[in-house]
């Protein structure tokens, strides 16, 4: 008796240990297929994040290119007045000093109108730094023709510690492309 017992206690153990070692066994196999479905999800939420980042960014370039387009031989008066008033609004954003403005009207090439602004502003590199950003982040395709920077003229006793403002003169241009028929 007392062997059948002690059989059947080891019976018992071997099949304990059989079940463990299956159960050891599905359980890695599991875990590894888990591990590999993870990596596959952060890759596509990779992709995807990368996805909209770009759809935004060309949801923006649309948007310059949607506004950068016209059936029209030149600026309308509206237009430049409105990016004159984003020019002035910039520079006040940055607190900069307007000493001078003035708009020509360029030769446009062929599929393409130009107009050009000559800016004075006085400021410090920072502000100018910032005004330049700000200037290129709007919805206009800018070229800045001509940037120079010039130190002012300081008359009577000055704060040492005060930051050194600039003459800046800037010659830019706004485009507009001309739609073909």
Avoid: C
Avoid at 5 to 13: A, N, T
Avoid at 70 to 81: G, K
Avoid at 152 to 175: F, H, R, W
């Amino acid at each position: 008796m007392k062997e059948k017992y002690l059989l059947f206690i080891v019976g018992m153990i071997l099949v304990t240990i059989l079940f463990f070692w299956i159960a050891n066994t599905n359980l890695k196999k599991n875990v590894t297929e888990i591990e590999r479905y993870d990596t596959r999800i952060k890759t596509s939420l990779e992709k995807l994040n990368s996805a909209m980042l770009m759809d935004a960014q060309l949801s923006q370039f649309k948007e310059i290119l949607d506004n950068s387009l016209t059936t029209s031989d030149r600026f309308s008066i509206d237009e430049l007045n409105d990016f004159q008033r984003e020019i002035e609004r910039l520079r006040d954003n940055n607190r900069m000093k307007l000493i001078r403005i003035s708009d020509t009207n360029k030769y446009n090439e062929p599929g393409l109108l130009e107009h050009t602004y000559t800016l004075e502003l006085e400021g410090t590199f920072q502000q100018m730094g910032k005004f330049i950003s700000d200037l290129e982040a709007q919805n206009y395709i800018i070229k800045i023709q001509y940037l120079d920077v010039s130190p002012t003229q300081v008359s009577g006793k000055t704060d040492p510690n005060a930051p050194s403002t600039y003459k800046i003169t800037m010659e830019l241009s706004i485009y507009k492309v001309k739609k073909e028929a």
